[in-house]
């Protein structure tokens, strides 16, 4: 196979023509030169590769610092409405693509590294992902919202992982939007585990991305809190006081989110935890000096890792304190800044607190920072002195949740017990809350000891829980999903009560993802085409994708669309060959299902439908097969048993699969090991057919999803998520959708699901499973799936055996379909053409403007050049 061109080397073709200009590149060598000689090797001789991507980081930072300023005197001299996103996890990922394409330096810092004769892609691969996130919710956080004229972007940018998703690409798009936002989180010392699989399983590795030090951040002690642990409560005349407690110190580190070419620099603020010097020095004086100074550690261990778990809640007392520990240091910090009003001065100016909801937006982003209502209760009532009915209206004025998930074993509850001991005041304040929310639940619905019974903060029987979904509700004034019919399941069932008693709290505001990263920076040469027919605005304002659809008949633009996929599969499948030595057929259908692994997402569909094609291919090996290379990535958290299981399952089956000679290259099965938005951005713009086969009513939103569609794959999907407005936009027919709906599910929960029922009637799916429980993919270990197959034939909550005969005749569809290429391009075209709901500038205004109570704004800041 001829190695085609790659972007790099297209990217240099562009530079060398002059588009960076001259007196840019001249200064970016000559700042480059002093931090590599005066920064970091002035002790010694050699340069390492290292060493160069640290000069280039540091010199691209020079350029941040001044708008970084500007900024925030500007925050301070006008005094806009801030709004605060807290999250447990932002998976930000890499920052120096972003921020050269956001200051508009790429191009002039590809020609000086050209200049020097440095490798810019070498360079930007030294970075270490911040992957301090899960998936989805971390993932919209860690989203960038960048891009770059098209002509001048002509490769694959590094890994900014940006998968599911919520924080980071939130605050990106907040500094682009000119929205005065913040972001607050953890800075966990490691992040998401690196995934290797050996032989056929998953193994786990420490993340250890601090290791080598980050450019990026800039710590902050001048900012430094106390958090307060344990302890007890004294109830006085004057109020109540949280006595005896333990502290820990959280440590801001801030990091720079430059928006598009608007000269706004936002922050970031991560919270890192450090034990007070006291600590423990009672100690000291009885020989203990050692032992004290090692107990450091614990509380140190506050920011030390991020939770694995995806959509499962682990109560374990660490994570609580790392809850609080973010929440409680976050809200010291909105209230210094909203009684100061003066840049660079500390002076108390404003003491008001009514005007806290005009002035300070928070936004929870899922119940992982629901101590933020009883705390910022706590700090107005016992600190400030204010009545509690005076507090708690500002409070729910100031707040508002995200929900991200309707999976029960999710939603966190929290033992009362652990928080008596761990947040004595937070439990009495509530229970405060509780009161008087039930109070008002009575008055409405008076009689209704059940409707009492289940809208309780407090969940009774057995050990007593509190229920922090319910705290989220009664302590926000808007509620929202990230799908609409996630939103409407938040209303119809999981929050029913809620909804009834307070209609107007909740809303839908669907996810979205950004074009730049996602069209522009990862597939140039798509973007370029769409460039030439509809011009370059269409980055800014995606819905302008729409008129894509009066070129859906123009044969040269068919066949540009289709040669750039091809281009893009070659790429992909050059880089396949060299990580996982499969040989890959370019002309094969590539189907890819990349996501955390988890039964609901139902990797064993699309498993069953690998055999299933596998036995076709086998009996009748002459027939003309549509040939494919399914690929499916992800990580499983590292005590999700059935998630590990699964992995080893799609293993098995790829081990038998691509050496059997007589399926040759029709049919391949890949496993992408430790999946991330580095090997997204290749395998995403190289996709065919995107797998989004969830059981209907469980996946909340996506965003793969859209990205998928938005860089010309055709989706084979359940209407569940975003899938269900992604049909809207693009047209049904333009999808492949099939099974059970939302309705149908309940139906069938009703009248009982039996899936002996449909292995008994379908022969090509008792074969199927047949094959996994006997051992024809695990010769050696003949029980090996034993687990997985009793799972599917009995405790399947996921139902995917219903949903199988659907599956498999979509896919007949699917391969006929491909035989058309044509047909198949057009269809690819609608649904880029139906992307434009789902860029997330749109996400982000629908927040400021229907819950944050802000305006966004395309207006530029001068550059720190021409104040």
Same mark, same amino acid.
């Given at each position: 196979m001829s190695k085609p061109l790659s972007d790099h080397d297209r990217k240099k073709q562009i530079s060398v023509r002059g588009l960076a200009g001259v007196e840019n590149v001249t200064d970016l060598k000559q700042n480059f030169n002093r931090h590599l000689h005066f920064t970091l090797v002035k002790d010694r001789n050699v340069a390492t590769r290292r060493d160069y991507y640290f000069a280039l980081a540091h010199t691209v930072r020079d350029h941040l610092m001044g708008r970084w300023i500007r900024t925030q005197q500007h925050y301070y001299e006008k005094d806009p409405k801030r709004v605060y996103y807290i999250s447990l996890e932002f998976y930000m990922g890499r920052a120096l693509q972003n921020t050269m394409v956001n200051l508009a330096l790429e191009n002039a810092c590809d020609e000086a590294m050209y200049q020097m004769g440095l490798d810019m892609e070498e360079l930007e691969d030294m970075e270490e992902d911040a992957g301090l996130g899960n998936g989805g919710l971390g993932r919209l956080?860690?989203?960038?919202?960048?891009?770059?004229?098209?002509?001048?972007?002509?490769?694959?940018?590094?890994?900014?992982?940006?998968?599911? +998703?919520?924080?980071?690409?939130?605050?990106?798009?907040?500094?682009?939007?000119?929205?005065?936002?913040?972001?607050?989180?953890?800075?966990?010392?490691?992040?998401?585990?690196?995934?290797?699989?050996?032989?056929?399983?998953?193994?786990?590795?420490?993340?250890?991305?601090?290791?080598?030090?980050?450019?990026?951040?800039?710590?902050?002690?001048?900012y430094m809190r106390p958090v307060h642990f344990y302890g007890k409560t004294e109830h006085h005349a004057d109020g109540v006081k949280w006595v005896d407690t333990q502290v820990v110190l959280a440590l801001p580190y801030d990091t720079p989110i430059p928006g598009y070419r608007n000269n706004i620099v936002n922050t970031m603020r991560l919270w890192s935890a450090k034990a007070p010097c006291e600590f423990n020095l009672k100690d000291f004086n009885v020989g203990g000096y050692i032992q004290a100074v090692l107990d450091r550690n614990l509380a140190e261990n506050i920011s030390r890792v991020l939770y694995p778990n995806d959509n499962f809640f682990e109560g374990k007392e660490l994570r609580l304190k790392q809850e609080y520990f973010v929440v409680s240091a976050t809200l010291q910090d909105i209230i210094r800044r909203f009684k100061v009003s003066k840049f660079g001065s500390r002076e108390i100016a404003r003491t008001d607190f009514s005007k806290l909801p005009e002035k300070v937006a928070i936004q929870l982003n899922d119940t992982h920072p629901a101590?933020?209502?009883?705390?910022?209760?706590?700090? $107005?009532?016992?600190?400030?002195?204010?009545?509690?009915?005076?507090?708690?209206? %500002?409070?729910?004025? @100031?707040?508002?949740?995200? &929900?991200?998930?309707?999976?029960?074993?999710? $939603?966190?509850?929290?033992p009362v017990d652990l928080f008596a001991h761990l947040l004595p005041r937070h439990l009495e304040i509530v229970y405060e809350i509780n009161r008087r929310h039930l109070e008002r639940v009575a008055a409405k619905f008076p009689g209704d000891q059940d409707r009492l019974r289940r809208m309780s903060?407090?969940?009774? /029987? /057995?050990?007593?829980?509190?229920?922090?979904?319910?705290?989220?509700?009664?302590?926000?004034?808007?509620?929202?999903?990230?799908?609409?019919?996630?939103?409407?399941?938040?209303?119809?069932?999981?929050?029913?009560?809620?909804?009834?008693?307070?209609?107007?709290?909740?809303?839908?505001?669907? &996810?979205?993802? @950004?074009?730049?990263?996602?069209?522009?920076?990862?597939?140039?040469?798509?973007?370029?085409?769409?460039?030439?027919?509809?011009?370059?605005?269409?980055?800014?304002?995606?819905?302008?994708?729409?008129?894509?659809?009066?070129?859906? #008949?123009?044969?040269?633009?068919?066949?540009?669309?289709?040669?750039?996929?091809?281009? &893009?599969?070659?790429?992909?499948?050059?880089?396949?060959?060299?990580?996982?030595?499969?040989?890959?057929?370019?002309?094969?259908m590539f189907d890819i299902q990349v996501k955390?692994?988890?039964?609901?997402?139902?990797?064993?569909?699309?498993?069953?439908?690998?055999?299933?094609?596998? #036995?076709?291919?086998?009996?009748?090996?002459?027939?003309?097969?549509?040939?494919?290379?399914?690929?499916?990535?992800?990580? +499983?958290?590292?005590?999700?048993?059935?998630?590990?299981?699964?992995?080893?399952?799609?293993?098995?089956?790829?081990?038998?699969?691509? &050496?059997?000679?007589?399926?040759?290259?029709?049919?391949?099965? %890949?496993?992408?090991?430790?999946?991330?938005? @580095?090997?997204?951005?290749?395998?995403?713009?190289?996709?065919?057919?995107?797998?989004?086969?969830?059981?209907?009513?469980?996946?909340?939103?996506?965003?793969?999803?859209?990205?998928?569609?938005?860089? /010309?794959?055709?989706?084979?999907?359940?209407?569940?998520?975003? #899938?269900?407005?992604?049909?809207?936009?693009?047209?049904?027919? #333009?999808?492949?959708?099939?099974?059970?709906?939302?309705?149908d599910v309940e139906a069938l929960d009703k009248?009982?699901?039996?899936?002996?029922?449909?292995?008994?009637?379908?022969?090509?799916l008792k074969q199927a499973i047949d094959q996994i429980s006997g051992g024809f993919f695990s010769p050696k270990q003949p029980d090996l799936f034993k687990e997985i197959v009793n799972m599917l034939m009995h405790h399947d909550r996921f139902k995917v055996f219903a949903d199988y005969e659907a599956y498999i005749k979509c896919q007949e569809d699917v391969n006929a379909l491909y035989k058309n290429p044509k047909e198949w391009t057009k269809k690819a075209i609608y649904n880029i053409a139906g992307c434009g709901k789902f860029s997330s500038d749109r996400t982000i205004a629908q927040y400021a403007r229907e819950i944050w109570g802000m305006e966004p704004t395309l207006e530029k800041l001068p550059s720190p050049d021409d104040i």
């Open positions: 956080a860690g989203e960038h919202f960048e891009f770059s004229p098209i002509r001048m972007v002509q490769r694959v940018r590094g890994a900014h992982p940006s998968l599911p +998703a919520f924080a980071a690409c939130f605050l990106d798009s907040m500094a682009s939007l000119g929205l005065a936002g913040y972001g607050y989180g953890i800075r966990y010392e490691f992040g998401i585990f690196n995934q290797k699989i050996v032989n056929g399983w998953q193994v786990e590795e420490a993340d250890d991305w601090l290791r080598f030090g980050n450019p990026w951040e800039k710590a902050r002690p001048e101590m933020a209502i009883p705390e910022l209760m706590r700090v $107005l009532v016992d600190e400030e002195k204010l009545s509690w009915e005076t507090a708690w209206d %500002i409070c729910v004025r @100031t707040c508002a949740y995200t &929900n991200h998930t309707v999976l029960p074993e999710a $939603l966190e509850r929290w903060l407090i969940e009774e /029987g /057995g050990q007593k829980r509190i229920n922090m979904a319910h705290l989220c509700i009664v302590g926000s004034h808007a509620v929202n999903g990230v799908a609409q019919i996630h939103s409407d399941i938040l209303k119809a069932t999981v929050f029913k009560d809620f909804y009834e008693m307070e209609p107007h709290k909740f809303q839908n505001k669907t &996810n979205g993802i @950004t074009p730049r990263r996602w069209l522009v920076m990862c597939n140039p040469g798509l973007a370029e085409v769409i460039a030439e027919r509809i011009g370059e605005d269409f980055i800014r304002d995606l819905d302008q994708l729409r008129s894509l659809c009066k070129y859906v #008949n123009d044969e040269a633009f068919i066949r540009d669309v289709a040669k750039v996929k091809q281009e &893009n599969k070659m790429k992909l499948a050059v880089h396949l060959e060299d990580h996982y030595k499969v040989k890959i057929n370019p002309n094969s955390r692994i988890h039964e609901y997402k139902r990797q064993l569909l699309n498993c069953l439908h690998i055999i299933t094609y596998y #036995n076709r291919i086998k009996k009748e090996p002459n027939r003309q097969w549509t040939p494919r290379t399914i690929m499916i990535g992800g990580k +499983a958290a590292p005590g999700y048993h059935t998630a590990k299981m699964i992995i080893r399952l799609i293993t098995a089956i790829g081990e038998v699969v691509n &050496n059997d000679p007589v399926v040759g290259d029709r049919l391949k099965v %890949i496993f992408l090991e430790n999946y991330r938005v @580095t090997l997204a951005e290749k395998v995403i713009p190289a996709a065919d057919l995107s797998e989004q086969i969830s059981t209907a009513g469980t996946e909340a939103s996506g965003t793969g999803n859209m990205k998928f569609m938005l860089n /010309g794959a055709l989706t084979i999907g359940t209407m569940d998520g975003a #899938n269900v407005e992604m049909a809207e936009e693009a047209g049904e027919g #333009n999808l492949f959708i099939f099974g059970m709906r939302v309705d009248k009982g699901y039996h899936a002996g029922e449909y292995y008994n009637r379908l022969p090509e």
